[in-house]
T-cell receptor, first 117, second 114 residues
């Protein structure tokens, strides 16, 4: 069965430090991969997405992620954390299902990022 | 630009009561989805629809019903609410012609069942 695993439910970094949030997927077909961010009491906002073009994807707010097929991974990184990056981050994949298209989005459990001074 | 609008934003129900959550989108999207978000479990798909008059079950459909009578609206119903249905509910939509498969999410409905 298709699945998404986010390693680490909580990650804490210092302001200015590297942010690394891990995501691994399981799929028998080529996936499309996404990272979403959720600020407190808000909905989900798309950070970036991989849709079979370049394997290194750049998103908003200085985040980027690299699709590595051999490792079935799509880790999210940011070179220098900012206080405003504190939020919950979700990795998600979409797979082809019965209706003939990629129309089912499956989420990981989420990683809560804390940034301290 | 409204996007995806969910009503209500908050609701408290007593066990056994019923209610309907409304999701409305103004982007002419074909596909619509209902998710629930619980701590440590991410978002799980309840039901989805690939067009007006069609619905399908997701990962956790039990205890919920849905209807898509109009293209722009996707209703989620709880016939007899249970405390296990306390959650934050998100609606999302997208168009199948979107080659980037971009989903638009609503801001959520926080439901508490006591």
């Amino acid at each position: 069965a298709q699945s998404v695993t986010q390693l680490g439910s909580h990650v804490s970094v210092s302001e200015g430090a590297l942010v690394l949030l891990r995501c691994n997927y399981s799929s028998s077909v080529p996936p499309y991969l996404f990272w979403y961010v959720q600020y407190p009491n808000q909905g989900l906002q798309l950070l970036l997405k991989y849709t079979s073009a370049a394997t290194l994807v750049k998103g908003i707010n200085g985040f980027e992620a690299e699709f590595k097929k051999s490792e079935t991974s799509f880790h999210l990184t940011k070179p220098s954390a900012h206080m405003s990056d504190a939020a919950e981050y979700f990795c998600a994949v979409t797979f082809k299902i019965g209706f003939g298209g990629y129309n089912k989005l499956i989420f990981g459990a989420g990683t809560r990022l804390a940034v301290h001074p | 630009n409204a996007g995806v609008t969910q009503t209500p934003k908050f609701r408290v129900l007593k066990t056994g009561q019923s209610m309907t959550l409304l999701c409305a989108q103004d982007m002419n999207h074909e596909y619509m989805y209902w998710y629930r978000q619980d701590p440590g479990m991410g978002l799980r798909l309840i039901h989805y629809s690939v067009g007006e008059g069609t619905t399908a079950k997701g990962e956790v459909p039990d205890g919920y019903n849905v209807s898509r009578l109009k293209k722009q609206n996707f209703l989620l119903g709880l016939e007899s609410a249970a405390p296990s249905q306390t959650s934050v509910y998100f609606c999302a939509s997208r168009t199948p012609s979107d080659r980037d498969y971009g989903y638009t999410f609503g801001s959520g409905t926080r439901l508490t069942v006591v």
